[in-house]
């Protein structure tokens, strides 16, 4: 199975709402990163943590990592409808950190 | 300061033809990175490049597939003989390194075979 698994598979929520979403992986890794893709379009990073790292901000972005549960969250607070996407976690296999394995991801709709 | 640039953005082959898929990495980048993205799926490792090495084609099929980034110029995917699994978005990754993790994503090529 996947080695990156996003929870849930879809989301909606109201203009200024937050939003959280879920990664669970398997094997140890160095890093988990978050991207988001716009429908039918490239994926953009959004933030990388190390896996010596609990929590990173970056503007209204907080990542968590809890390397004991194999899990990390992404949230999204103060909502907008520019963040409708899907969302991605992406990890490596804990040897390299150039092999990312994503997950299906998670279809954010923000409804305005 | 141009990001990893990909093209074409669309491709129709028919069955048996060749698609060549193209990216040029960030400016400062050496290392590339190509996926493949299956409708309704996550993006899966093909092949990782350096300048004229191929470093890892773990992900990448045994036959009808091919990479490469020549000294210059951009790097290359190279299906021969298309069929209609092969229909997908490739994506192109550059990063300045391997251990740094961050990987850059052009827009894709999405692929479509008749």
């Known amino acids: 199975s996947q080695q990156g698994e996003e929870d849930p598979q879809a989301l909606s929520i109201q203009e200024g709402e937050n939003a959280t979403m879920n990664c669970s992986y398997k094997t140890s890794i160095n890093n988990l990163q978050w991207y988001r893709q716009n429908s039918g379009r490239g994926l953009v990073h959004l933030i990388l943590?190390?896996?010596?790292?609990r929590e990173k901000h970056s503007g209204r972005l907080r990542v968590t990592l809890d390397t004991s549960k194999k899990s990390s969250s992404l949230l999204i607070t103060a909502s907008r409808a520019a963040d409708t996407a899907s969302y991605f976690c992406?990890?490596?296999?804990?040897?390299?950190?150039?092999?990312?394995?994503f997950g299906k991801g998670t279809l954010l709709t923000v409804n305005p | 300061n141009a990001g990893v640039m990909q093209n074409p953005r669309h491709l129709v082959r028919r069955r048996g033809q060749e698609a060549r898929l193209r990216c040029s990495p960030m400016?400062?980048?050496?290392?590339v990175y190509w996926y493949r993205q299956l409708p309704e799926e996550g993006l899966k490792f093909m092949v990782y490049l350096q300048k004229e090495n191929i470093i890892d084609e773990s992900g990448m099929p045994k036959e009808r597939f091919s990479a490469e980034f020549p000294k210059e110029g951009p790097s290359i995917l190279r299906i021969q003989q298309v069929v209609r699994g092969d229909s997908a978005a490739y994506f192109c990754a550059s990063s300045v390194g391997p251990s740094w993790g961050e990987q850059y994503f052009g827009p894709g090529t999405r692929l479509t075979v008749t």
């Open positions: 400016k400062g980048h050496s290392h």
């Open positions: 992406a990890t490596d296999d804990g040897g390299s950190n150039y092999k990312l394995t």
């Open positions: 943590i190390r896996s010596n790292e």
